[in-house]
């Protein structure tokens, strides 16, 4: 019988998480209410404080679930090289990047809104993508004398460009296919990192 109430209860946090993604793509992160969420999901209203304190619990929570899965997926891909001295070591990371930005694209625009408008939420975030920066950094030791701060500026180089070309669809982006968005993005953290 315990068995049976803890699967129901895992059936409906992830009915709960895939539902606020739903709600978050047609609405956006801000103008999403719970109650918005358990409807979709379902739900009585009620079941969501029986799985998340708060919808920032929520968002973290699906954080937390998108950090994990792309960490499986980045380790079981033995392609991975993390020489940055290395041109093709620097395009299998962006390529891996394009693709985590375009699979969780309504995820990573619900995280920057909630971060705009809730600094203390904007710290936690902040926190919790604190080891995948110094992941990337890593990876720059051998390239840089400051691997944090280039690790900072690639990474925003990046989602910037992602953003604009897959989010806001900026004219300047449009005729770029994926694959060459991704070298222009190679190309400019090569040249940043490794001259040339």
């Known amino acids: 019988m315990a068995d049976s109430r803890k699967a129901r209860a895992a059936e409906t946090e992830a009915a709960l998480k895939a539902a606020a993604q739903r709600v978050f793509d047609r609405v956006g992160y801000l103008n999403a209410k719970i109650t918005d969420i358990t409807a979709e999901a379902g739900r009585a209203a009620g079941s969501f404080y029986n799985h998340f304190g ?74 919790l993508l604190e080891p995948d920066l110094q992941h990337l950094a890593g990876h720059l030791a051998g390239v840089s004398d400051r691997p944090a701060a280039t690790a900072l500026a690639i990474s925003a180089l990046w989602q910037q460009f992602a953003h604009a070309k897959l989010v806001q669809r900026h004219p300047a982006t449009g005729d770029l296919t994926d694959d060459e968005a991704i070298d222009l993005l190679t190309d400019l953290t090569d040249r940043g990192v490794n001259g040339g």
Not at 97 to 120: E, M, P, S
């Open 54 to 127: 708060s919808k920032e619990a929520l968002l973290e929570s699906l954080l937390a679930d998108m950090i994990e899965a792309s960490d499986r997926a980045v380790a079981a891909d033995t392609a991975h090289d993390p020489d940055f001295g290395k041109r093709e070591a620097i395009r299998w990371h962006v390529a891996q990047y394009w693709r985590f930005f375009q699979d969780n694209r309504t995820l990573i625009l619900a995280l920057g809104q909630a971060a705009q408008v809730d600094r203390q939420f904007a710290d936690r975030l902040a926190k």
